[in-house]
């Protein structure tokens, strides 16, 4: 996917650094061309000699060296790139970047190349939170510039929180995903998919539910508009904004939902069934509210349709077929035999029984499963998460 693009990787002085070897091969096995610049700090953490032999270019470090300046002077690799990843890009070359500072051969690149910036943060916990170095990011984000992270986890420096950066693979989905959304690789494909939680009635005023957030499944749904998808967004209730440009079908039972998907799954290339649907619904729906009387209540409930089996099911005009599996034991056993017994494609596995992701956080984790393969994509925000998945999907989408 990314074959002939030029990739101008920016790496600063953080730990993270010694991941850098492995993401140069990373893109380079997808046909990327990768040159590397380096601040002076990022030499404390991983050698040029090294990033020269993966990336097999001269790494340019010094902004006042006649002999690199002759070989591709700066100007020159400003324009060469097709896109510049600083990564890891710390607090300190973040401010420089977004105050036009150009005291060395990075920062000057970035100040004179007009090639999209992607920065990948990385840096101690409170240094990210820090109003300055948010400010410095959200005046990035403005221009135009992709932050690509951080995870949230723990840190070199044993502090927990957000501001790892994103493991190399889930950086090359990103940038994978960034050309195909610039190329318009999407275009034309038109995915449906579920979100949120079913409410199941009682009476005009109860239900039955769960705390499903929808985060998630609107994350992926954001992700595959600006990849160029038709987005249909069959939505349980939920409180987030819709993702701009999102075919919404508003839902709230199980039943309404079903329908709506058999409906618009057979029109669509690829389904993803991420709403958290309710397996069960009252039998009895009162008219009136149910009044108070005895000391118990008892109420009677029945199956509703597995939404996700069905579409799986269809025998003509089948989309590619993900589902979701929350687990909290044995993920990969029961995430896959899910995935055998409902005919899906793919399945990916929450562990709900780790703190801080799943549902109603702001961030997960997947184990992803299709026939034939698996990928785990890394504890992140559930925005960055919904576009490597969706980078995950499409690469098996064309395979089948
Ligand atoms: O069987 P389980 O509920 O664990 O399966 C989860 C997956 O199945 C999710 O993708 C969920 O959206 C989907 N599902 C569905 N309809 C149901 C129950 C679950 O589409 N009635």
Redesign the pocket.
């Known amino acids: 996917m990314l074959t002939n693009q030029n990739i101008l990787l920016a790496i600063s002085g953080g730990i993270a650094a010694y991941k850098c070897a492995e993401l140069t091969r990373r893109l380079k096995e997808r046909g990327a061309n990768v040159r590397v610049v380096m601040t002076h700090a990022a030499k404390a953490f991983i050698t040029p000699l090294t990033m020269q032999a993966v990336s097999a270019n001269p790494v340019c470090d010094d902004l006042l060296d006649p002999a690199a300046e002759a070989a591709m002077g700066h100007i020159e690799l400003a324009k060469w790139a097709d896109l510049i990843l600083v990564a890891p890009a710390t607090a300190d070359v973040i401010a420089r970047i977004n105050a036009g500072i150009a005291n060395d051969l990075l920062t000057t690149v970035i100040l004179a190349s007009d090639a999209p910036l992607a920065l990948a943060p990385a840096m101690n916990q409170q240094m990210y939170r820090a109003q300055a170095t948010q400010d410095n990011i959200a005046n990035l984000t403005k221009r135009g510039a992709k932050i690509w992270g951080p995870a949230q986890g723990e840190q070199a420096c044993g502090d927990v929180g957000p501001g790892r950066m994103p493991e190399p693979m889930e950086l090359v989905q990103l940038t994978e995903l960034y050309f195909a959304a610039d190329k318009g690789i999407l275009d034309g494909i038109t995915l449906t998919i579920?979100a949120g939680p079913?409410r199941e009635a009682l009476d005009p005023v109860r239900f039955i539910s769960n705390h499903s957030s929808g985060k998630m499944g609107y994350a992926i749904a954001a992700a595959a508009i600006d990849a160029g998808a038709s987005v249909n967004l069959i939505s349980g209730k939920v409180a987030i904004p819709t993702p701009q440009k999102a075919i919404v079908t508003n839902v709230d039972s199980?039943l309404e939902?079903?329908a709506a998907?058999l409906s618009l799954a057979p029109k669509s290339d690829i389904f993803?069934?991420?709403?958290?649907?309710?397996?069960y619904r009252p039998v009895d729906v009162a008219d009136q509210k149910i009044k108070k009387s005895a000391d118990t209540m008892t109420i009677t409930m029945t199956?509703?349709?597995?939404?996700?089996?069905?579409?799986a099911a269809l025998t003509e005009d089948r989309p590619y077929t993900?589902?979701?599996?929350?687990?909290t034991q044995d993920v990969e056993k029961y995430a896959k035999g899910?995935m055998q017994?409902?005919n899906?494609d793919m399945?990916?596995a929450n562990d709900v029984s780790k703190g801080g992701q799943g549902f109603n956080a702001d961030a997960n984790a997947l184990s992803v499963f299709w026939q034939g393969g698996s990928e785990m994509l890394p504890l992140t925000d559930k925005k960055q998460l919904g576009k490597a998945l969706i980078a995950l999907i499409l690469s098996q989408f064309k395979r089948v």
Do not use: Q, S, Y
């Open positions: 579920t079913t199980a939902m079903h998907a993803i069934a991420c709403a958290a649907v309710a397996d199956k509703n349709p597995d939404i996700v089996a069905d579409v993900v589902g979701f599996a929350a687990e899910k017994r409902k899906l399945i990916c």
